[in-house]
């Protein structure tokens, strides 16, 4: 039987959650497939490891005993931290030296890596999100564009492999990544079987649903932050280019050549963006009918409007109130 080998780095501060997610799933995973009668394919060999070999003080202050890794592995798991909103990522990264450079030799010599949430900030101090399509937290995704422009930053996927680096979303995708694994080498059948037992969703396309836009720090510049904010004083308003220039005292084409260049995205798509980060507020927090809360933010057509917030958020506006409330 094939047993692959994975390695999932503890290192101060990282969240234990998102190791121990991995372990038990995986665990499930392997039970399942024993119990499906058929000849197993692979074993999951899945070692907890620290750079010093002794007890790593891991988010929350807790201690956990991880030695230093044996051999070699086909996968190495960089699990996220315990961070904050407005974070110091220099700071934050600094002491973690000999972590990134474990994680950076580990690459060079052929192993792929994973990271889950905000581990994808240390394979990107490692040099290792250059040029390939990334995720990470929707809470942190700016910062991560930010710090590493070279990396092609997703912040609605909840899972990216692009060739060796995979990367995946919040703190609950070590689960994800946990069934793309199992999906990966156990087959469709056993993952299934894995998230209906695990009570997990079997597949998460994007974390658009997710997103609280009022946790997230105002990304517009000046001048399209202030339509921005314009067009939310006025989101049952009927939509008209012109009027918009006028109150800005400037052309129609103008600010078309504004916003666009500011943005690369049109007047109405930040009208658009603003009813929809509306109506999520008010499904989730209000008792108002979905007839009301549609009409509040300017829309006369039901069907118009669902077309277009499940685009945005990845599902409907009824399931979002069901998810939500």
Request: net charge positive; aromatic share 6%.
């Amino acid at each position: 039987m094939k047993t692959f080998r994975i390695a999932i780095l503890a290192y101060p501060g990282c969240m234990a959650a998102q190791v121990f997610a991995i372990s038990d799933v995986l665990g499930i995973a392997a039970d399942i497939d024993a119990s499906l009668g058929q000849t197993r394919r692979l074993r999951f060999e899945l070692q907890v490891i620290a750079l010093a070999g002794r007890s790593v003080k891991v988010a929350g202050g807790l201690a956990l005993q991880a030695p230093r890794l044996q051999g070699r592995v086909d996968l190495l798991i960089v699990p996220g931290m315990e961070t904050r909103r407005q974070q110091d990522w220099s700071a934050k990264l600094a002491p973690l030296g000999r972590e990134l450079a474990f994680i950076r030799k580990t690459f060079a010599v052929g192993t792929p890596v994973a990271s889950v949430c905000v581990g994808a900030f240390l394979l990107g101090e490692a040099g290792l999100l250059n040029g390939r399509r990334v995720t990470t937290a929707w809470l942190f995704a700016a910062d991560l564009a930010a710090r590493y422009p070279a990396a092609q930053v997703n912040a609605d996927a909840i899972l990216l492999e692009d060739g060796a680096v995979t990367t995946t979303a919040a703190v609950s995708s070590a689960f994800d990544l946990s069934l793309h694994l199992i999906k990966r080498h156990l087959g469709a059948a056993v993952a299934s079987a894995t998230a209906r037992a695990a009570l997990l969703p079997a597949q998460r396309a994007s974390q658009s649903p997710y997103v609280d836009h009022g946790l997230l720090a105002p990304q517009l510049p000046t001048f399209s932050q202030g339509l921005q904010q314009w067009f939310e004083a006025r989101l049952a308003e009927t939509y008209d280019l012109e009027r918009v220039a006028q109150a800005f005292h400037i052309s129609g084409r103008t600010l078309m050549r504004r916003v666009k260049a500011e943005t690369g995205k049109s007047p109405l798509t930040l009208l658009q963006d603003a009813r929809v980060v509306k109506a999520k507020q008010l499904l989730s927090g209000s008792d108002l009918s979905l007839a009301r809360i549609i009409e509040a933010v300017g829309y006369s057509d039901a069907a118009s409007f669902a077309r277009l917030f499940s685009l945005r958020v990845g599902e409907t506006p009824a399931k979002y109130r069901r998810r939500t409330l």
